[in-house]
């Protein structure tokens, strides 16, 4: 049996930490403020104010992004409250991610939280798998998660015990084998995307909201569905060169799916527990500084997401990895274009049918 996968984002606040290289997850989470502001707006409109609010970040991480979106929420209820003259709820706000996430700066930017905001905000952490029950029946209002959902429960079962690559250097058999790669991977992002909705529905109050986003792709077809094809591409050239064990490479599996818009209002009309409220999609790099997205920049966002993983299964080769990568988009701008090609950001408000 294959060992559990190390699925957390690189610790601390130092030059290799993802507190200080998460730009494009910050991108991410101010796309999804309006949307909140909105959801905010119909949770305190559409019925008597509750004297109780409580708020949800799913898959918070850690660094400067684990408060923004809470942070985005209780300022939005305040503001709210002043315009409309009611007195604020008390607010209980949770941040949820896998036991292995450094919470303890995540503690610390709690206490800060609680400090700066008038209304009655008491705070606390929820470790564990979104992909489980977290809170009890009927008790949250708000549910926000930003560039998590992309992640899976565990890669395809059926890939790793029949030893399919999930991603074939060579080219011809990568494109003969991708149909039969992209069903697997299909399969288990649709189950696990309908148990977290399930999950939701079950935790939120009735007429409780949902605001997501989730790194997936713009177009329904075959490719590019691995939304770390990055990833995989030096990797790949770690392989060729011998850097890697290329029988290593062929049973490396990573739990991402990037879906497209088409796949997921699918799951949420087939489950009818929430329906769609809005629906956004951008360019997996649009309101970044272009002068900002250069090969050393890409290469160390990459590492930072997905290094714990890299290197339970190949060792210690993230150093060797980043020099690859910025030799391989250094030589050629497009292929750094190139590999992004297809990636978008997937924005939505959901609320509880």
């Given amino acids: 049996m294959a060992s559990k996968q190390m699925v957390h984002m690189n610790q601390g606040q130092g030059e290799r930490s993802y507190a200080r290289n998460s730009g494009i997850q910050n991108a991410q989470q101010n796309r999804m403020k309006l949307l909140i502001e909105r959801a905010i707006i119909d949770l305190c409109s559409s019925t008597l104010l509750p004297e109780t609010m409580v708020i949800a970040d799913l898959g918070c991480s850690s660094g400067p992004n ?9 300022e939005a209820i305040h503001g709210y409250c002043l315009q409309f003259q009611q007195p604020p709820p008390e607010l209980c ?3 949820n991610d896998l036991p292995d996430n450094d919470f303890t700066t995540v503690v610390k930017s709690l206490v800060t939280l609680r400090r700066i905001n008038d209304p009655v905000v008491v705070t606390g952490v929820a470790p564990g798998s979104f992909y489980e029950r977290l809170f009890t029946s009927s008790s949250v209002h708000l549910v926000c998660s930003s560039s998590s959902l992309h992640w899976l429960s565990k890669a395809p079962e059926v890939l790793r015990r029949n030893q399919f690559p ?3 250097i060579d080219e011809h058999v990568r494109r003969e084998k991708l149909p039969m ?3 697997a991977y299909v399969q288990q992002f649709r189950k696990d995307f309908k148990h977290f909705l399930e999950l939701r529905a079950k935790e939120l109050v009735p007429g409780g909201q949902m605001v997501v986003s ?4 713009h177009s329904d077809g075959i490719a590019p569905f691995h939304i770390w094809d990055i990833l995989a591409q030096v990797l790949s050239l770690m392989a060729s060169e011998g850097v890697i064990d290329k029988a290593k490479f062929d049973s490396f599996y990573v739990p991402v799916y990037g879906p497209s818009k088409e796949d997921l209002r699918e799951i949420i009309q087939e489950d009818g527990s929430f329906f769609i409220k809005e629906f956004l ?8 500084d272009s002068a900002l997205v250069t090969p050393s920049w890409i290469a160390n966002q990459i590492r930072v997401v997905y290094e714990q993983i890299v290197v339970q299964h190949f060792g210690d080769v993230m150093d060797e990895f980043v020099r690859i990568a910025e030799r391989r988009w250094s030589l050629d701008a497009s292929l750094l274009q190139q590999d992004h090609a297809g990636l978008a950001m997937l924005t939505l408000s959901v609320a509880k049918a």
């Fill in 66 to 74: 684990a408060l923004a979106l809470v942070s985005v929420v209780v």
């Fill in 93 to 95: 706000v949770f941040l």
């Fill in 166 to 168: 999930a991603y074939y």
């Fill in 181 to 183: 790669v992209l069903e």
């Fill in 214 to 217: 989730i790194i997936g792709r």
């Fill in 281 to 288: 999609v951008h360019d997996f790099l649009s309101d970044l």
